[in-house]
């Protein structure tokens, strides 16, 4: 299962809940939470409830004083949390944000300065047996393999891929996502592989390489992007944010 996007705010909320519930064996109250988390008053608490409810990561058991109740849980918690750390061109190589974090198999973020993470279903990354980032995709070269611009692209970080796997590229510094097609020198011509976007629409060009390339990973799927506004929907003070 996969959840909608989280901010670092968000993240950080539900993360003090899971936290409590594993070192005491019960749900924190909204004055522990208040506490934990350094707010000043307690509606800044339960705007967060209401959106971590809203996005389908908590429920709410109305009329007891420890109401909440974490999702998907069947003697632990079911996901990891994956740090989106990129905007990644489809279309061009114009459009690169450098990444700074993993999740690795067991699940642990190694950077916590990102301000989206997607849930993602614990075995999904335990299969995949390496480290695990979400990528924003920009442009709509890739739309035939249901890569279309703003859909969220699960990467596993790899520098071995097969003809035909789709790949992250690193090409001068920038980054794209491209179906692989490496061809072999023969009679005396040079080898050069060949980085093809999926689309029907003419003005898309294959980027053909012979050095100066890196597979950076490979596209373990492709979540389709959210119909809902990806910034901070909880309105609160700066000053409430320790």
Same mark, same amino acid.
């Given at each position: 299962?996969?959840?909608? @996007?989280? =901010? ?29 988390? #350094?707010?000043?008053? %307690?509606?800044?608490? =339960?705007?967060? %409830?209401?959106? %971590?409810?809203?996005k ?6 109305? #009329? ?18 994956? @740090? ?20 690795? =198999?067991? #699940?642990?973020?190694g ?18 047996? #390496? !480290? ?18 703003? !859909? ?33 020198s023969?009679?005396?011509? @040079? ?5 093809? @976007?999926?689309s ?8 053909? %390489?012979?050095? !100066? ?27 409430d944010?320790?």
């Open positions: 299962m996969i959840h909608k @996007p989280l =901010t670092y705010k968000q993240q950080r909320v539900l993360g003090s809940i899971k936290e409590h519930v594993q070192g005491k064996n019960e749900v924190p109250t909204l004055e522990q939470l208040r506490s934990t988390l #350094g707010f000043s008053s %307690l509606r800044t608490v =339960t705007q967060y %409830l209401d959106t %971590l409810e809203e389908g990561y908590i429920v709410r058991r109305r #009329g007891l004083k420890r109401n909440i109740e974490l999702r998907n849980v069947d003697g632990g918690w079911g996901t990891v949390s994956v @740090p989106v750390v990129a905007n990644v061109g489809c279309d061009d190589l114009s459009v690169f944000s450098q990444a700074e974090g993993t999740v690795s =198999t067991g #699940g642990a973020v950077n916590t300065g990102h301000d989206e993470f997607l849930e993602i279903d614990r075995q999904i990354v335990q299969d995949a047996g #390496g !480290d695990i980032v979400a990528v924003r995709a920009i442009g709509n070269s890739m739309n035939d393999a249901g890569i279309n611009t703003g !859909d969220y692209v699960l990467i596993r970080f790899t520098d071995e891929a097969q003809n035909g796997d789709r790949v992250a590229a690193i090409v001068n510094d920038m980054v794209t996502v491209k179906r692989l097609e490496r061809r072999p023969s009679r005396g011509e @040079p080898g050069m592989t060949v980085l093809w @976007p999926e029907k629409d003419p003005k898309f060009k294959p980027i053909i %390489l012979r050095e !100066d390339f890196k597979i950076a990973g490979k596209v373990l799927c492709v979540i389709p992007a959210p119909g809902v506004e990806l910034t901070e929907v909880v309105p609160i003070n700066e000053s944010w320790q």
